[in-house]
């Protein structure tokens, strides 16, 4: 997979730290699955945390935490490593949808209930909603299709799974991710031959309904 | 395999030498991850423990909480010890990232998305910084202590407060393009201490 366009380096740190949305962080994770560089830099971001951790006053612990977490590891079954291995490798993959997304939907895009939203562009809600009100879904869009111009409140990440679409920013094949903020205006257009299918999350949900809103518009293109 | 009942282990720590350096941790962990030996654990839980309670704490959940929060990661890191792999993090860091995950499952009643460990083992890394993980944290902290005053903070507020970057926008009044230029300034400068002076 020639991937051509990253996360940025605040949507790493904010991953590694723990503290963006569950519905951006499946995006952060499902890119990182494939992503051999950003992975190395979130493992990167991920030690600065752990050097903060090292950094922190210890915080004074039950007398009896030890004894405790120790009665609990004389009842842990001893572990097969082996086997534990081997058991993964038989598990079904699938090169079009990273493991963090399967464990949500599965292995294939054909099971997913998708819903129409116009002639061409479908959607799909993964249950990735917090109180803070971030977001996840997923796109199903037909060539040449494209949405408005729009823009964001807060952060927008895209990951393309499927097919590919270009916009002011440039192309974008599968496994590449649209790490977007408010600065940004784009309107994407479906430019392969297949359906494009990405998977999105905000972190403002107003804007996100407001987006939905824009594609339910008239499309250009039809 | 050690069977000894938990009271003698306590025992047995107390005239073990006392680790200092964070690498020492990363053989110390390492070597667990070899040996499921208890001797070994307690060390690690004696060093660790403490801390990851004090970061629960300061993700704002109360005492105990933490303290049950604190038990289930040191647990996970005897339950997942297997999977640790010295030259891709510090223990210090592998340990973060099982409180982290501990304590947003706890917040959010839903696990957090994670990028899966068999996926580490089927590529082989191309680049492979060994280096890095080796940095002592000393010179971790003084790299961090030396960021400008509005870069640490917004590294504060992702880490220990876990605050989103629209949150912290909102709190510091400042726009949501700024955080995350504060926070892209401040992880790459320390990311360049990491490459340049090992």
């Given at each position: 997979m020639n991937i051509k366009h990253h996360l940025d380096e605040a949507t790493l740190v904010s991953y590694a730290a723990g503290s963006m949305s569950q519905a951006m962080a499946l995006v952060v994770a499902c890119h990182i699955s494939i992503c051999p560089s950003c992975r190395e830099r979130v493992s990167q971001s991920e030690a600065i945390g752990g050097i903060l951790l090292d950094s922190l006053d210890e915080a004074s612990i039950s007398d009896d935490a030890l004894d405790q977490v120790l009665a609990c590891l004389d009842q842990e079954p001893e572990i097969d490593i082996e086997m534990i291995r081997t058991s993964k490798q038989h598990q079904p993959s699938s090169d079009l949808i990273p493991r963090p997304l399967q464990d949500c939907?599965?292995?294939?895009?054909?099971d997913i209930e998708w819903k129409r939203i116009v002639p061409g562009i479908y959607y799909y809600d993964l249950p990735f909603k917090t109180e803070k009100g971030g977001a996840s879904r997923l796109m199903r869009i037909a060539p040449g299709k494209a949405m408005l111009p729009h823009s964001h409140d807060g952060n927008e990440l895209t990951l393309i799974l499927q097919g590919s679409f270009s916009d002011e920013m440039g192309r974008f094949t599968a496994?590449?991710?649209?790490?977007?903020?408010?600065?940004i205006e784009h309107q994407p257009l479906v430019d392969s031959d297949e359906d494009c299918i990405c998977l999105i999350a905000t972190d403002a949900p107003l804007k996100f309904s407001t987006l939905l809103g824009k594609l339910v518009q008239p499309m250009t293109g039809f | 395999m050690d069977n000894n009942g938990s009271g003698e282990d306590v025992d047995n720590v107390v005239a073990m030498t006392q680790l200092n350096s964070s690498s020492d941790w990363s053989d110390l962990l390492q070597e667990l991850s070899e040996n499921k030996d208890k001797k070994i654990y307690i060390q690690l839980f004696s060093h660790f423990a403490p801390k990851v309670k004090a970061y629960i704490i300061r993700l704002g959940l109360v005492e105990t909480t933490a303290e049950e929060l604190m038990q289930e990661t040191m647990l996970a890191v005897w339950r997942k010890?297997?999977?640790?792999n010295r030259s891709k993090a510090a223990a210090s860091t592998w340990i973060f990232t099982l409180a982290r995950n501990q304590s947003i499952d706890w917040m959010r009643k839903q696990k957090y998305p994670e990028y899966s460990l068999d996926e580490w083992i089927e590529e082989p890394d191309e680049?492979?910084?060994?280096?890095?993980?080796?940095?002592t944290s000393d010179r971790m902290e003084k790299a961090i202590s030396k960021l400008p005053e509005n870069q640490a903070q917004v590294l504060y507020m992702s880490?220990?407060?876990?605050?989103?970057h629209s949150d912290i926008s909102e709190r510091l009044g400042i726009p949501l393009g700024s955080v995350k230029s504060r926070i892209r300034l401040a992880s790459e400068k320390l990311k360049t201490m990491w490459r340049d002076d090992v």
């Open positions: 939907i599965g292995n294939s895009f054909e496994g590449d991710i649209a790490d977007l903020d408010s600065e | 010890a297997h999977m640790y680049h492979n910084h060994e280096g890095e993980n080796l940095v880490f220990f407060e876990g605050r989103s």
